[in-house]
């Protein structure tokens, strides 16, 4: 792990090519360190200048009069690398460079960054960009503002990484307008060395951070992303901090036409979406949602569960709420009678006493206080929305003190909406200034919420491991696939990639290649009626349209009649094509159809879908997506998952399906993939779920091998 | 059609209740009429006051020296009626009450409500509310301010129709806050006479409104709503208006819980979503979403197409954009090799100059101005998102303008994003000035187009009728549905609702009701094998749980023996039924499953259900709604509608599904339950669809008879 201390806390900072020239990166960076209050000594750094703002500046890193902990790099990119390890020879445990013309220019720009980030490397040197917009810490004992950006945001308890260094000025201007306070703010450029996952591993202990938030653009690494994010999302207590996510690229056009159905459908959004759920990371797809949310997390406790109350002085907007708290997955809480019965106390007889709470458009802050009172201690609310319309009698400013009260009276979550802009902001006001989260619409609130009861959820999950099965047979397994590996085949028909799911005890049907009438006979006699056959070619691509596949054959009768028929139809539609023999298969009964599959990512590794299979599987894309190792849990979620679910659970009349069955299969492919790196692709379509205690049997499967693409 | 003018436009105005108490209701719509103006003669009426805000003032209604057009009622609501009738006899011809204390409060005020209507509809006096907030002209000719709201809205073309009177207020707020002008604003209280539908009407022909928003809780009615919508929705050029609207409530809880297919998935949210796609209603979730809305059709003309171009100086906010432009359903314009030309003659290499268009985050106002215009004048691009973030060197103001020369430049919409909220300020100003909308979020803006993109399809889809066949035999129809209201009963079995679907020329499969082996054998032989046997019985709910129901039946041997089997089955397990004989049907084929339900609702008449059918129809949910009657494109529109959609085209080698004969059994249907009021419930599941050419088959059906629940 990487010690980013000398980035963010340095007790000396060299700016080399800090400048006086009026609206150079080289004089606002200089100046938001200087003004800034910067706590430790600046070394500005260029061979043309005396001073700058009144600082004594020094020709050449060599100059400067004593070692320093970090470097800020703001000179033109071909110059970097030398400058750095002249840097590196002074101390500097730590440098941002803020130039472009790296890797985002390709050719010599990808060998520059190559050159930097080996250099950092060597010398242990936590280096942040390079193109970026620079790194800010609020902290009062270091007060780092080494960015170019519009002065310095205020100090608060939130954190934002992002990668894209130009949307970093507008987020820096939107908390301006919005009152948002950051602990640390960091551009991460191109990341040639310092990445996310070293941020995210840096701010879970920082102690000035309570949430994290991210823009990104790409992930460096999958796996042990998902890893460091669930340790900072699901620690316990204040060692636990909620991360919320903006990915962006979602609908690249790029997407590789895929040769299988797993392929066509994980594209790579579906990938990050899997990895953002297996992280606990709170994934939005909105700027506005990020702030919001933002200002959720950092104010207020988390709720205990999705019971929400609304109190409004407005029946339509109290509606408009219930909507949207439904809409994104909360509860509307039913009130205790003793609640009821403190409200009709307090309220007028035209109030509505149940929720949504309605104390009526000329409610004082008087009835508010009441009906908050009232409400939040209500043992079966979790949470609650305080809705305000600016009525002729309303107390906007006096209401709004006794929401804060009502806050801090109270453990659980409040949140505002006072609606309106100017007649209300002397409301507003008084609620920010007592860090009572105010949301400008009803629906932002019921989202905050509810996203707050996701994380409840995420963080009081049950905890499982990855299951490792131990009664499989590993080296059955990888003979077949070095067996087919041997030929320099990438292509595993049904026949040996069965052969490999046995060895995995995925339930697979009796099969065996027969070559001859006689020996289909003996095997259909072995493994008992009713069989399928299906001819087995590597030239032959789709059987069916060759009359190469028979089912429901259920006597030697009728197997021998269909074989011959197979025969006949073969030599006619299908001349040159070589046959290996006909797979004899015990036909299986017909269940729910359903769909696993597997394609390696490149960057991320083995990726598993699972889902509705059969016709349905790509019209209706009722998938999910998992990196693999899946844990237990991230397998029963899975199958929950999926818009048909509700076919899997007990469902009009009919017994509920065999979930167990099925994420053991979703495990036990885990297990393989992670074993056989050369398995590229893998698809099971269908597997037929049965009643529950009658378990799963993959019906048709293959195995592609080779590098992932 | 009630005449609004004398609400709208009164040439003199009697204000019943007017009271010189500060805080008062009475005071606050006094002052808000005298103090915005009213262009008319104002007569304010109270007993107690000489004078009000130095208006002299009479003690009743007989006094007031002269007759008037328009009478505001503020005073308590059981001396309405005798007031509004002393109106009347003065020549009033509209009247707005503004008093609460009517239906809303149940009991005496239900009847106080239906007194005030009656005297209305008598008098042909156009009433507003009761128990509403009051009515808004902005207009200059006009400005009335017959409101309590705080002050008067600035002028604008946007008319606002809200069914609560507290959401008023704070819309009014929002709008200050915001600089949004409205034409008309009318709080329609309990719509005890004037309702949507008339107002809607109205605003159809006023010239100072361009847009209407609407948030509504219910509706009066459904299928003459649609009518009158729609032609305001889809007139010519300047006769057509856009209606955005909220409707609330959508997850109420009291869903009756439905005996049917139709009634469990008909929540009434789904009927008023068809009623607006019916009427061609932007219907939005939230309030953020009426205003965005509003800003862009108000300001902007409607995109050719859902070609949009980006033009930004940050790539993450341009990825961000794209993202959300594809996710509302734009396509991002492909720029055509003379406008990728025209941009590298003026932007620097390292821009990029494929949509979206990178200007860099060094640009200065001339770069977006040469991006701009090489851009939006591109034959390949219907509309144009700009996108600013405030960089160090950014001209916010200047770029500002040159954003609004070039939206007046063009015909195409541009709409505008500049990223923050401090620094981006006065460029924000100047865009707001210049009626070139601004969006405070790419996302917003990104949806606004794509709903203007949506209503351009609305306003170009061919126009098609409510076709009427007339190769059917309603009277056959008729006399089966006499005979079983003759027998008294609500429920008819399959046989029977295929007779009524055969006169309806529905294609059904050849059924008949035998009594002995016989008349089966008989029969089979008729339609030729293979057969299916289903036990006819009211007594039995559940066939194939008593071994009712035998399929595949190949041969007459095959069907005797299921005929014994099926005898001997009902005597063990059904003992006590009254079996009326066994229906004989020829088996169809298997197709793609799809239903076809119809639910009648008390209020909207019957609403037809068209989805996936089958085992997927309640798990999956894939329905689509429609109010009858449904013309051609409506019917093929819910047939595009349904997440199944792919399948049904042409389908991974497979050939489309019989599509016009899918849509022809939707249209007949919907025919049948217009002609039969006394169908309440009405559903074929399955439906088979098969290839195109062959046709579809209605396998199972029932109707139920009765009055709409």
């Not at 910067?38 to 020709?59: D, E, F, M, Q």
């Not at 930097?116 to 917009?133: F, M, S, Y």
């Not at 895929?258 to 909105?286: K, M, N, W």
């Not at 197979?566 to 036909?587: D, T």
């Amino acid at each position: 792990m990487k010690d980013l201390n000398a980035i963010f806390s340095p007790s000396s900072i060299a700016v080399i090519g800090a400048s006086s020239r009026e609206g150079s990166v080289g004089q606002s960076i200089f100046r938001n360190l200087l003004y800034g209050r910067y706590t430790g000594v600046l070394y500005p750094v260029n061979p043309k200048a005396r001073s700058i703002n009144g600082v004594r500046c020094y020709p050449t890193v060599a100059e400067v009069p004593d070692p320093f902990d970090l470097a800020i790099l703001i000179i033109p990119a071909p110059a970097c690398p030398q400058t750095l390890r002249e840097c590196v020879a002074r101390g500097a445990k730590g440098a941002v460079i803020i130039s472009a013309g790296f890797k985002e220019i390709g050719g010599e720009g990808v060998a520059l960054e190559e050159e930097v980030k080996a250099v950092a490397r060597e010398a242990g040197v936590a280096l942040v960009g390079p193109n970026c917009l620079g790194v800010i810490n609020t902290d009062p004992a270091a007060r780092v503002n080494a960015s170019f950006a519009v002065g310095m945001p205020a100090p608060g308890s939130i954190a934002f990484i992002s990668q894209s260094g130009a949307l970093c000025t507008s987020v820096l201007d939107y908390a301006k307008g919005l009152d948002f306070g950051f602990s640390k703010f960091i551009s991460i450029g191109n990341k040639a060395d310092v990445n996310e996952l070293d941020l995210l591993r840096y701010l879970h202990h920082d102690p000035e951070t309570r949430v994290i938030l991210m823009y990104l653009e790409d992930l460096a690494n999958g796996y042990e992303f998902i890893q460091a994010a669930r340790a900072i999302t699901s620690g316990e207590g204040e060692d636990r901090k909620p991360i919320i996510a903006i990915k962006s690229g979602t609908t690249a056009q790029g997407a590789k036409a895929a040769s299988s159905h797993t392929g066509s459908l994980a594209s790579s959004d579906e990938v990050y979406d899997a990895i953002f759920t297996q992280a606990g990371i709170l994934r939005v797809e909105r700027i506005e949602d990020l702030f919001d949310l933002a200002l959720g997390f950092s104010q207020q406790p988390l709720p205990r569960g999705r019971r929400v109350a609304i109190v409004t002085n407005a029946g339509g907007p109290g509606i408009m709420a219930t909507d949207a708290c439904i809409r994104y997955g909360l509860e509307l809480a039913h009130l205790e009678e003793a609640t009821v019965a403190e409200l009709k106390r307090h309220l007028p007889p035209t109030s509505n006493f149940n929720n949504p709470v309605d104390v009526i458009g000329d409610a004082k802050a008087d009835r508010y206080e009441a009906a908050l009172n009232a409400v939040i201690h209500d043992p079966g609310v979790d949470g609650l929305i305080v809705i305000l319309t600016p009525q002729s009698m309303t107390e906007v400013t006096e209401t709004a003190r006794k929401v804060v009260e009502a806050e801090k009276a109270s453990d659980k979550p409040v949140l505002a909406n006072f609606m309106g802009i100017v007649d209300v902001s002397a409301g507003v006001e008084v609620l920010k200034q007592h860090d009572v989260p105010h949301f400008m619409f009803p629906e932002s609130a019921a989202k905050t919420l509810a996203a707050m009861v996701r994380y409840t959820e995420w963080c009081n999950r049950p905890r499982t491991t990855v299951m490792l099965f131990q009664d499989l047979d590993r080296e059955a397994a990888g003979k077949a696939i070095a067996a087919a590996e041997g030929e320099g085949r990438s292509h595993m028909p049904e026949l040996e990639a069965l052969e490999v799911f046995r060895a995995y005890r995925l339930p697979t049907l009796p099969s065996r290649l027969a070559t001859t009438a006689d020996e289909a006979l003996e095997a259909a006699e072995g493994m008992g009626y009713p069989v399928v056959l299906k001819v087995v070619s590597a030239d032959i691509v789709h059987k069916l349209d060759v009359g190469g596949v028979a089912v429901g054959l259920e006597n030697p009768t009728e197997m021998l009649n269909a074989w011959i028929k197979m025969q006949k139809s073969l030599k006619e539609k299908a001349p040159g094509a070589r046959v290996l023999g006909i797979n004899v298969q015990k036909m299986a009964p017909k269940g729910l159809e359903m769909i696993v599959g597997v394609n390696r990512n490149p960057k991320f590794g083995p990726v598993l879908m699972f889902g509705l299979g059969g016709t349905y599987v790509e019209a209706l894309q009722d998938v999910t997506f998992r990196l693999c190792p899946i844990r237990e849990l991230g397998a029963h979620h899975m199958i929950e998952q999926i818009r048909a679910s509700r076919i899997l659970g007990p469902f009009r009349g009919k017994r509920a399906k065999d979930k167990r069955a099925m994420a053991e299969i979703i495990m036990r492919t885990s297990q393989l993939v992670m074993d056989f790196p050369q398995i590229r692709e893998l698809d099971m379509n269908p597997v037929f779920l049965y009643e529950e205690g009658e378990g799963a049997m993959v019906a048709d499967a293959r195995i592609i091998l080779g590098p992932a693409e």
